[in-house]
């Protein structure tokens, strides 16, 4: 098994909103945002942040975002917990069709996940 390791390669700033890498700059102002949508939404965040008076750390989400980023790390555990049984019952060596489809199985819990959004309430 395979870990990201962080810390073993340069300090990789990422977008202040949604938290994904940013691509390495070498020149110009160091960018803050991955998209104009992340800055804009990082803009409204702080701006309801600060009628609510909630601090720097605190953030408000609906029940509704929450329960669906909830059902979908759910649906994320459940196949990581199928492929960990399919891999198992594929003994030490599955075959190409085994892996591809465990592989598919996967993809399709996680894209939700990789294409999820999260937004401030509206007003
Ligand atoms: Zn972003």
């Not at 102002?29 to 942040?49: D, I, L, N, Y």
């Not at 059902?71 to 994320?76: C, F, G």
């Not at 030490?92 to 993809?107: N, T």
């Amino acid at each position: 098994m395979t870990e990201v390791d962080e810390s073993s390669s340069e300090e990789r700033s990422r977008c202040k909103w949604c938290r994904r890498v940013l691509p390495s700059q070498k020149m110009g102002r160091p960018r803050e945002f991955c998209s104009q949508a992340c800055r804009q939404w990082h803009w409204v965040g702080k701006q309801r942040a600060a009628e609510l008076q909630l601090s720097e750390s605190e953030l408000i989400i609906t029940k509704d975002e929450l329960d669906r980023l909830h059902d979908e790390l759910y649906v994320l555990a459940c196949a990581v917990n199928d492929a960990e049984r399919d891999l198992a019952a594929a003994g030490a060596k599955p075959s190409v069709r085994e892996l591809h489809s465990i592989v598919e199985w996967l993809l399709e819990a996680a894209r939700p996940l990789r294409d999820r959004e999260l937004q401030p309430p509206a007003r």
